[in-house]
């Protein structure tokens, strides 16, 4: 199957700072790229879903100004956790799909692991 | 937003005794997926039903789409400790939304 590298796998980072983690499609154009986040034993949360050029639409509940999302080429998009607190402690996770339809199956990334302390 | 909820939360099975889990969405899908997700692993992708009605195998695996494309299933026969992992539906209508999850323990 294709491949979604996404960086870095875990992070720790003060409160208050930010942190980028970056989702890339290395064999394939990522039309579409989904960002999730999922708290341990719970199921993957989608955030937010990004088309390449164009803004990211988020799902209700989840801060834009707080979760900043670029998809700026077809192989890579970047969401940014910014002002970070502890309750944004989470492992994060992106998954990229080709083509403008839904039909096809979405791969992931390894997922990161953020710590806010 | 839609729901998409899976049942039972948490599955403890013998090696050998079969594995059922079902995925109900409050709205029409387009389609569905599975994805199997390891513990500390990220999901990854099982099978798609598109048609009405489909049933698809995979191995000891059976997946079903509802008749109405709101519901489906995922059984496995004869579990093994491979097994192991949460698996989840994803329901595509407008979004990619992912079920709730079925945690499944195979103890051998």
């Known amino acids: 199957g294709a491949v979604v590298s996404q960086h870095p796998s875990w992070v720790i980072c003060k409160s208050g700072t930010s942190v980028k983690i970056e989702c890339r499609s290395l064999?394939?154009?990522?039309?579409?790229m989904f960002w999730y986040r999922q708290f341990p034993k719970q199921s993957l949360m989608l955030m937010a879903t990004?088309?390449?050029?164009?803004?990211?639409t988020y799902e209700q509940g989840v801060e834009k100004d707080k979760f900043l999302i670029n998809h700026a080429s077809l192989t890579l998009s970047t969401l940014t956790v910014t002002s970070a607190h502890p309750e944004d402690s989470s492992f994060y996770i992106c998954?990229?799909?080709w083509g403008s339809g839904m039909n096809t199956e979405a791969f992931f990334g390894q997922g990161t692991r953020l710590t806010v302390v | 937003g839609q729901q998409v909820m899976q049942i039972p939360q948490y599955q403890h099975v013998q090696e050998g005794e079969d594995f059922t889990t079902y995925c109900n969405s409050s709205t029409t899908l387009s389609n569905i997926q599975w994805y199997k997700q390891r513990p500390g692993g990220h999901p990854v992708f099982l099978i798609q039903?598109?048609?009405?009605?489909e049933v698809k195998k995979q191995k000891r695996l059976t997946f079903q789409f509802g008749e109405a494309k709101k519901n489906s299933s995922l059984h496995i026969t004869a579990t093994q400790t491979t097994d192991v992992g949460t698996y989840f539906c994803a329901g595509t209508g407008n979004q990619f939304y992912f079920g709730t999850g079925t945690s499944l323990t195979v103890i051998p």
């Open positions: 039903l598109v048609k009405s009605g």
């Open positions: 990004s088309n390449e050029g164009s803004k990211a």
């Open positions: 064999d394939f154009q990522a039309t579409t």
């Open positions: 998954s990229a799909k």
